[in-house]
């Protein structure tokens, strides 16, 4: 099972740009890396995805790394609303689909 | 989006008897969908995952007779935690697909039992 690295919290102004590293050094050639999100006491909640090159959408930019094992969600400008758990994962054909959680990032916006 | 609803979003209910929960896409079909329990700060742990028209496929550790899971249709699954006890009380959580491992997931608003 590859396995994401991601930091257990981050704290950034409001306003502010966000970067939310993760860590997956065995990702394989076929693996997505997505992003969700959790705010408090709700489902999580989809934030963007790639295979390889860097993807925007109106929530966030994701830029991932050209050799593959990291990459860095982008929050342009963050808001209060912007604070929850963030999880990043490797979605691929070798996985049965399951998506699988590891402990996230937890991010703290500071007003 | 596609959009997953959960019922109840809350549930209180006595030792001993059964909870039935109920996750629904509502303007897709999801031939599979999976069930996450989670605890008080701590992340989502996958329970099982659920075909449309065959028998649950569950994770190591997790107890079939215990938490039942019915996907009768391609638009309803049902978890159904049976003889509840309080430390089954948690957050439950459900997710549908619409394709495969290189589009989003959806999931739905979760379902806080309690277990008193």
């Known amino acids: 099972d590859a396995k994401t690295t991601q930091p257990n919290s981050m704290e950034s102004n409001e306003e502010e740009p966000v970067h939310l590293p993760c860590n997956h050094s065995t990702i394989s050639g076929t693996d997505y890396i997505h992003w969700y999100r959790q705010l408090p006491s709700q489902g999580p909640e989809y934030v963007i995805h790639g295979l390889t090159s860097n993807v925007n959408n109106r929530m966030a930019s994701l830029a991932i790394a050209e050799d593959r094992k990291s990459s860095t969600l982008i929050l342009h400008r963050a808001t209060l609303r912007d604070a929850a758990v963030y999880y990043c994962?490797?979605?691929?054909?070798?996985?049965?689909?399951?998506?699988?959680f590891g402990k996230g990032t937890r991010l703290h916006i500071l007003p | 989006g596609a959009v997953v609803s959960q019922h109840p979003s809350w549930v209180i209910c006595k030792s001993g008897t059964s909870v039935k929960i109920e996750c629904r896409s509502l303007?897709?079909?999801?031939?599979?969908m999976f069930w996450y329990r989670q605890f008080p700060k701590q992340s989502l742990m996958l329970m099982a995952t659920?075909?449309?028209?065959?028998?649950?496929?569950?994770e190591q550790g997790v107890e079939k007779d215990k938490f039942l899971i019915n996907h009768a249709s391609l638009t309803l699954s049902t978890l159904t935690v049976t003889s509840a006890h309080p430390e089954d009380s948690s957050f439950y959580i459900c997710?549908?697909?619409?394709?495969?491992?290189?589009?989003?997931?959806?999931f739905g608003q979760g379902t806080r039992l309690t277990v008193v």
């Open positions: 997710s549908a697909r619409v394709g495969g491992y290189y589009t989003e997931a959806f």
């Open positions: 659920s075909n449309e028209g065959s028998k649950a496929t569950y």
């Open positions: 303007d897709f079909q999801a031939t599979t």
């Open positions: 994962i490797l979605r691929g054909v070798n996985r049965d689909d399951k998506i699988i």
